[in-house]
């Protein structure tokens, strides 16, 4: 069994300010993606997912989940409060469960697709399940079932681009270094 990287914990027990820093600016980014949307025939497509895949990527699982599952409850409470439990559980759980499968071992692109589509996997599932309980009716969720996909896979698309050709992950580790 493969240990957890050090290295993505490494800067919350070296510099405290530093890690909060970041994990508040994703944070801030994920509430201020919740409160608009794409419009797409029939709904909205939201950008949080991608802001919550791209932190999970680079940041720890405390973090992560502290950027997708607080950030995504804070974002619904201001805007759209019904669904915020649902939020703070799929998207905590999402962030988390990337976070720790990217980092586990040596990080690759790889291991970051697989990854994410796990998380997308989890952030459906969650979304589908909690709008049933919410809104009380098994048919909303499935009306709102490929917006789901649709948005979970701009978070996973997204992310991997940021990240790995936008070199976000790897100016993430330099300044890691850095004191």
């Given at each position: 069994?493969?240990k957890?990287s050090t290295?993505t914990?490494?800067l919350?027990?070296k510099?405290?300010?530093?890690?909060?820093t970041?994990?508040?600016?994703?944070?801030a980014?994920?509430?201020?993606?919740?409160?608009?949307?794409?419009?797409?025939?029939?709904?909205h497509?939201?950008?949080?997912?991608?802001?919550?895949?791209?932190?999970?990527?680079?940041?720890?699982?405390?973090?992560a989940?502290?950027?997708?599952g607080?950030?995504?409850f804070?974002?619904?409470?201001?805007?759209?409060?019904?669904?915020?439990?649902?939020?703070?559980?799929?998207?905590?759980?999402?962030?988390v469960?990337?976070?720790?499968?990217?980092?586990?071992?040596k990080?690759?692109?790889?291991?970051?697709?697989v990854a994410?589509?796990?998380?997308?996997?989890?952030?459906?599932?969650?979304?589908?399940?909690?709008?049933?309980?919410v809104?009380?009716?098994?048919?909303?969720?499935?009306i709102?079932?490929?917006?789901?996909?649709?948005?979970?896979?701009?978070?996973?698309?997204?992310?991997?681009?940021?990240?790995?050709?936008?070199?976000?992950?790897?100016?993430?580790?330099?300044?890691?270094l850095?004191?």
């Amino acid at each position: 069994m493969e240990k957890v990287s050090t290295e993505t914990t490494s800067l919350r027990k070296k510099d405290k300010v530093k890690w909060i820093t970041i994990a508040g600016l994703f944070m801030a980014l994920n509430i201020a993606m919740s409160s608009f949307g794409i419009p797409v025939p029939g709904g909205h497509l939201y950008l949080c997912d991608l802001v919550i895949c791209t932190a999970a990527l680079i940041l720890d699982p405390v973090a992560a989940f502290i950027v997708g599952g607080i950030g995504s409850f804070i974002g619904d409470m201001i805007f759209y409060p019904l669904p915020m439990f649902v939020s703070l559980a799929t998207h905590g759980l999402q962030a988390v469960v990337i976070s720790l499968i990217a980092h586990r071992g040596k990080e690759s692109f790889a291991k970051s697709l697989v990854a994410t589509l796990i998380g997308a996997v989890i952030m459906v599932v969650g979304y589908t399940l909690g709008k049933t309980f919410v809104y009380s009716t098994f048919e909303y969720a499935m009306i709102k079932l490929p917006y789901e996909i649709a948005q979970a896979l701009l978070g996973v698309g997204g992310s991997l681009l940021l990240c790995y050709k936008g070199h976000l992950l790897s100016i993430y580790k330099r300044m890691e270094l850095t004191d």
